[in-house]
């Protein structure tokens, strides 16, 4: 069954082409973003560059909008108005003349290969072993045999210290350990971008570290990261530029140093108040 390209709403004015700079790897530009649910806007004409290899951490209190940024990078949120683009690319649309039209979604899910997202709450496949949850996507996409697949998938269970659990299934896990199963099935198609959306939130505190820990190693990568997280002194510690944002809105953003120990904005040295 064919199915017909429609035009994103709002997307026929005023929109500026992708940019044509070579690619570099893990750009991520953000272009007058805006989304809402019904009346409610959650995010508001949000501009932000992200380079490659940096790593940003979002902060703000919860309905500020980070998730839902997050989520416009990969398109699993489409927007309103303004565009996401990684080395030059949109994810979600492509472009004719002056519009963007809206990408079948096949070809949605092979430009997400470009950007892993690791979810609050793990989202393995319960029915597959450690193993088998990360060799899957590398198989079905025809990166990697069956065989190389595996290989990679040991290495990466190796990197975030779980050589020993790759044929326990999700439900012989601790929280910690399936988030970072999680995360070496993200690394597995070797992306561009990483997205973290709360890696932390749904476990218990003394996990916690573990999954920090793994995340701060990734640092190391030279792969682009965003993360949205409430954990500020992790913040401070691996972050390359805070970007702090309260209804919808980047309010600021700079060094951790800067933003973390010396906030300008009134709303931003609030919340650091209530959270510190």
Avoid: C, W
């Avoid at 017909?4 to 940019?19: G, K, W």
């Avoid at 326990?168 to 959306?197: C, E, M, N, T």
């Avoid at 972050?239 to 980047?250: S, W, Y």
Wanted: no cysteine.
């Amino acid at each position: 069954m064919t199915t017909t390209t429609r035009l994103a709403p709002s997307f026929d004015e005023n929109i500026t082409a992708a940019p044509s700079r070579r690619s570099t790897d893990g750009l991520v530009e953000i272009s007058g973003v805006s989304k809402s649910y019904g009346p409610h806007e959650v995010l508001h004409d949000i501009d932000l560059t992200i380079e490659p290899g940096e790593v940003v951490a979002l902060l703000g209190p919860s309905g500020s909008g980070k998730s839902t940024l997050l989520r416009a990078i990969n398109h699993l949120e489409s927007v309103d108005r303004g565009s996401v683009t990684i080395d030059g690319q949109y994810i979600g649309y492509e472009r004719r003349g002056d519009k963007l039209y809206e990408l079948h979604e096949k070809e949605v899910l092979k430009r997400r290969t470009q950007v892993g997202m690791v979810f609050q709450n793990f989202n393995l496949f319960p029915h597959l072993t450690a193993i088998e949850n990360i060799v899957e996507a590398p198989i079905a996409l025809g990166r990697l045999s069956k065989t190389d697949a595996r290989e990679l998938a040991l290495g990466l269970l190796a990197r975030v210290g779980l050589s020993d659990k790759a044929d326990h299934y999700p439900r012989q896990l601790s929280g910690g350990q399936q988030q970072r199963v999680a995360i070496a099935r993200a690394l597995a198609l070797k992306p561009k971008v990483l997205l973290f959306d709360e890696p932390t939130s749904a476990l218990d505190p003394e996990l916690v570290g573990e999954v920090l820990a793994v995340i701060g190693e990734l640092t190391k990568l030279g792969t682009t990261l965003v993360i949205v997280t409430h954990e500020i002194g992790f913040a401070r510690e691996v972050a390359d530029r805070v970007v702090f944002l309260d209804g919808g809105r980047v309010l600021e953003q700079g060094t951790p140093a800067r933003v973390l120990l010396h906030p300008q904005h009134p709303r931003t040295q609030d919340f650091l108040r209530k959270v510190l």
